[in-house]
């Protein structure tokens, strides 16, 4: 009788597992090492931008977190399930880095990380997202020594501060004809990397660097390195840092003594904030930045962004159409893994860092999309910019 009941019991199960939802079958991909993100129905699928969202460099946050946004809206359908955009505040510092990452890496739905944007943060993040499976396609985070670390998950579609200090070397001694030149960073891992690189690169071409000074970022008062570098008559200042301590530091210039001198900053300075801190001081001042020519496609999504935000797109940051390709790219790569399963959709992790790194000939609005195998995916350099009446506009000199 006991062998009957259970008999009975047995096939209940199995006809009631017949007409309940359709079983999920745990894909192949899953048994490989990282496994995959297993996200349910009515669930989204996460990917996440980190940067500075409050602060002094927040205007670089707010703009790139916007474009990523409207990637989203473009691009964000897998198979029916919609991608969310996790947006964090890392505070532009490693220990924030290193504490947005903890936190997502908790979520089983995050896989993918657009960023970080600072490249201090994004060192500091790397080994958790590396432990975790969770591929990086950062648009902004440019420290040469990121893509020699061996990691598997970093990736950047970003020109290099290597390539960036050679480009704005090679200007200032060939077409700005400077001689002397003073080198001045923040002591961050992007600005005084950027600034040693030019530093070398000068030199290499024949000209001189008379003086080599560091700040302290947060500061309103940069006197004092500034006299040190006007004591040895520069031709030009070249700055490795953000638009903060640059507009302070231009403000400033003039009652240094440093009336004649070129003031050439990196990428980190591109942006509406620096024009509106420095106004007439501005005039003249020089950077490098990634935005991109005005092809129809460019053309038709800064509309969109003006449209959508009431702000022209490049005005806050030079990261804006890197930022929408980052998030563009990371999809298209999600749904080249993606599998679905009954009421789930599986995301082999260990598949999605492969994906991620063999991107190859991806047509972003600011350009093609190949990754090496060291991560790096923009072959392009920079493009050099001027203020002149109040504006940034590309350099012809």
């Not at 790139?64 to 198979?79: E, I, P, Q, Y």
């Not at 990121?146 to 200032?172: C, I, M, P």
């Amino acid at each position: 009788m006991k062998r009957i009941v259970v008999f009975v019991m047995l096939v209940a199960a199995l006809l009631l597992a017949s007409c309940g939802p359709a079983a999920a079958t745990t894909p192949d991909a899953c048994k490989a090492d990282l496994g995959c993100a297993v996200i349910a129905k009515g669930q989204t699928i996460k990917v996440g931008y980190a940067g500075p969202m409050s602060g002094d460099y927040s205007q670089f946050g707010i703009d790139m977190s916007n474009a990523m946004k409207l990637a989203v809206a473009k691009f964000g359908d897998v198979n029916g399930w919609k991608v969310e955009l996790a947006v964090q505040d890392d505070n532009a510092s490693a220990e924030g880095g290193a504490a947005v990452a903890n936190k997502l890496v908790s979520d089983q739905t995050f896989v993918a990380m657009a960023g970080h944007a600072f490249s201090g943060a994004t060192a500091a993040a790397m080994p958790i997202y590396e432990k975790a499976g969770v591929p990086m396609l950062s648009p902004s985070a440019t420290n040469p020594d990121l893509t020699t670390k061996g990691s598997k998950v970093f990736n950047r579609n970003a020109f290099t501060d290597t390539d960036q200090a050679k480009g704005a070397a090679n200007y200032l001694f060939t077409t700005l004809k400077v001689k002397n030149l003073a080198v001045m960073h923040d002591g961050t891992d992007y600005g005084q990397g950027l600034a040693n690189g030019v530093k070398a690169d000068f030199t290499a071409l024949g000209g001189t660097v008379v003086a080599a000074e560091a700040i302290t970022p947060g500061e309103s008062d940069y006197s004092a390195p500034l006299a040190a570098v006007a004591s040895k008559n520069p031709d030009a200042i070249y700055y490795g840092g953000y638009n903060a301590e640059a507009s302070v530091l231009v403000n400033q210039m003039k009652q240094a003594g440093l009336t004649k001198a070129i003031f050439f900053g990196g990428d980190g300075i591109y942006g509406k904030d620096f024009l509106t801190k420095t106004g007439a001081n501005g005039e003249g001042v020089y950077s490098a930045t990634l935005v991109p020519p005005a092809t129809d496609t460019i053309i038709a999504f800064n509309k969109l962004y003006k449209d959508t935000y009431g702000t022209d797109a490049g005005v806050l940051s030079a990261y804006t159409w890197n930022s929408y390709d980052a998030v563009g790219a990371l999809i298209t790569a999600i749904k080249n893994v993606a599998v679905v399963s009954g009421d789930n959709i599986y995301i082999p992790r260990g598949a999605l860092v492969a994906a991620v790194r063999s991107l190859k000939q991806y047509q972003g609005i600011a350009g093609v999309i190949t990754c090496q195998a060291n991560g790096e995916c923009n072959a392009s350099g920079p493009v050099f910019y001027v203020v002149k009446n109040g504006q940034w506009v590309a350099a012809t000199k």
